[in-house]
């Protein structure tokens, strides 16, 4: 189903009229016609693409929060996307204030997040999908993967709500990461099964261990206009690093420059006149990749959850590549338009756009899906376990308030002296006041090894671990980088130096206000070990927040417990 521009307009009248109970002059829909001047794109040239990525298995609108945490060094300072809040909004020309300063920031995000309301929602992004695809017929909806996980649902019905709702979304094209935390064997069910026929499951760089041969189709060529077009895929290079190599024995990973340019020349040989690469690397990992590739006209990037308002432009030997990313939970949406003559692109179009969904009225064939797939485990997912007082989200380099919660719940259900949680960027962000219900808790840690450990390890081995972790994130070379942000620790106070060599960037590490000594034995909890047959309680993440919440009923304004940082007072990457 399409819209005609009529019903469009139409749509979009309504939602400006009813979409927001609220008093602000700066809202959307206080202002007539503001829903349409965001999410009319006008139709430019002959190719399109709509781009959507870290949904991480939300199908209800949420609210997330931006950082205002993310160091860029290097080649990386002060470039996109490592600029945060004012830093950004002038970067991009972004008036401060706005809509767009909202969904693109941190700054003040609770009042700004009650007033333009959630973000994301399946049925909201299908309103949207249908909206742009009433002027590009034409366009490939391309999916950058961590979609199966990241919800209570997608984890109890093994993905298959998440898989069903993309095929319902329309998407035609996808690529993967945390998909592979479901085992290689339901990976291929989908894949060879539910996908079949609908959507095209892609990754160049996902290679049998024993032969070298592709597990997937690297690549799909499709026309559009009368014009080839190939969108190569590019699957999350770390996946047995950053995720338990046991889900995935038999398979091997990695960037595959060379391959890339391989895939590039290949397609292009088959008359391929734009070449796409739908992307898991992360954008600092494409943009130098970008750099050594010729030939890509475009990178539609996931992974690092960075929504960026334009691309980056990577020069290279074969011209410039468009390097993209669009952000995470079903917030944005990426419309890329090219202009192709003469068998090559002449001009684009770009725009990311926030998904509003007070703004965009719900797919009624979408929300009844949900509601159906949902209804099973409704009780459960409703389940109120606690009130915040204060914002939990989590985002950025370091702690946010979420992580804290997880931390100080583990070494006090545990008994532990200290507590690491992974520094992942995945989870939803609750505003002051709001229950916290089973479904928003698990929202941030609904994962296929969610054991909870409790380890004994001297202060050395805890600066290692933690020296380790911080190089995997400040290495100034982005293909060093494999994926997360600093590890996440509850107990343990420490001063960085993000431009350190390894292995001096963690100084004067103190536990529970105390020097840490080298040779001392500390108790330390944390949780989603990577290794198999790793030893714990065999408790899961859940049953240890789910108790701490329950017993505490109130959780008060949590104090963060940032490192101390030096020589970042200019990064416009850091506001603290």
């Known amino acids: ?41 006008p139709k430019y040239g002959n190719v399109s693409f709509l781009h959507f990525t870290d949904c991480h298995a939300q199908l209800l609108p949420i609210y997330f929060r931006e950082p205002n945490v993310n160091i860029g060094l290097g080649d990386a300072f002060g470039r996109a996307p490592h600029i945060v809040g004012e830093h950004l909004l002038k970067y991009f020309g972004i008036r401060p204030g706005t809509a767009a300063a909202h969904a693109f920031t941190y700054l003040d995000f609770e009042r700004a997040a009650k007033t333009y309301g959630k973000v994301g929602g399946f049925a909201h992004l299908r309103t949207l999908v249908k909206m742009l695809k009433a002027d590009r017929p034409h366009a490939l909806l391309c999916d950058g993967g961590d979609t199966w996980q990241g919800s209570a649902t ?24 945390w998909e592979f935390t479901f085992g290689a064997q339901r990976v291929k069910e989908v894949v060879e099964k539910d996908f079949k026929g609908h959507i095209d499951f892609i990754a160049h760089n996902v290679k049998t261990a024993d032969f070298e041969e592709l597990v997937f189709e690297p690549y799909v060529i499709k026309e559009q206009n009368g014009i080839p077009v190939a969108v190569i895929g590019q699957a ?33 040989a088959k008359g391929a006149q734009v070449v796409v690469v739908l992307s898991h690397n992360g954008m600092d990992v494409d943009i130098k990749m970008a750099s050594r590739v010729r030939g890509i006209d475009a990178i539609l990037g996931g992974h690092t959850h960075d929504g960026m308002p334009a691309p980056v432009i990577v020069k290279n030997a074969g011209g410039q590549t468009l390097v993209t990313n ?12 090219f202009d192709v003559r003469g068998g090559k692109v002449q001009g684009y179009q770009y725009r990311l756009l926030p998904v509003f969904a007070n703004l965009l009225p719900a797919d009624k064939e979408m929300a009844a899906y949900i509601e159906k797939v949902r209804a ?11 009130v915040t007082e204060g914002l939990l989200y989590r985002r950025g380099n370091f702690n946010g308030t979420w992580d804290q919660l997880i931390c100080e719940a583990l070494m006090e259900v545990k008994g532990a002296d200290a507590a690491f949680s992974p520094g992942v960027r995945w989870g939803t962000s609750l505003l002051p006041g709001e229950v916290i219900t089973f479904e928003r808790m698990m929202d941030q840690m609904a994962i296929t090894y969610p054991t909870t450990t409790l380890n004994e390890f001297t202060g050395a081995q805890i600066k290692e671990i933690m020296e380790d972790v911080a190089d995997n994130l400040f290495n100034p070379d982005p293909y060093y980088q494999q994926g997360g942000d600093m590890v996440r620790v509850g107990g343990i106070e420490y001063t960085i130096d993000p431009a350190a060599p390894m292995g001096q960037r963690i100084q004067n590490l103190m536990i529970r206000g105390k020097p840490m000594e080298a040779d001392k034995k500390y108790k330390v909890a944390g949780w989603a070990s990577v290794q198999e047959g790793v030893q714990g309680t065999a408790e899961p993440i859940w049953d240890v927040v789910g108790k701490y919440l329950r017993d505490k009923k109130v959780i008060g304004k949590l104090k963060l417990n940032q490192p101390k940082l030096i020589g970042m007072e200019k990064n416009p990457g850091v506001v603290l």
């Not at 999350?236 to 391959?259: K, L, Q, S």
């Not at 669009?326 to 338009?337: E, I, Q, R, T, W």
Request: aromatic share 10%; hydrophobic share 45%.
């Open 1 to 41: 189903m399409s819209f005609s521009r009529r019903e469009f307009l139409q749509v979009l009248a309504v939602a400006s009229a009813s979409g927001m109970a609220i008093a602000s002059e700066d809202a959307l829909a206080a202002k007539p016609g503001a829903g349409e001047r965001l999410y009319h794109v």
């Open 236 to 268: 999350f290079p770390y996946t047995p690093i950053a995720n338990p190599r046991y889900m995935v024995p038999d398979w091997t990973f990695g960037i595959r420059d060379d391959h890339m340019q391989k895939m590039v020349d290949e397609v292009r």
């Open 154 to 177: 997608s984890l109890w019905t093994n993905a298959q709500d998440m898989v069903d709702a993309c095929k319902l979304l329309g998407v035609n094209i996808m690529t993967p990461h």
């Open 326 to 337: 669009a952000g995470s939970n079903g917030k944005f949406l990426g419309v890329l338009d």
């Open 376 to 386: 099973p485990f409704k009780a459960k997912l409703e389940e109120k376990l606690a």
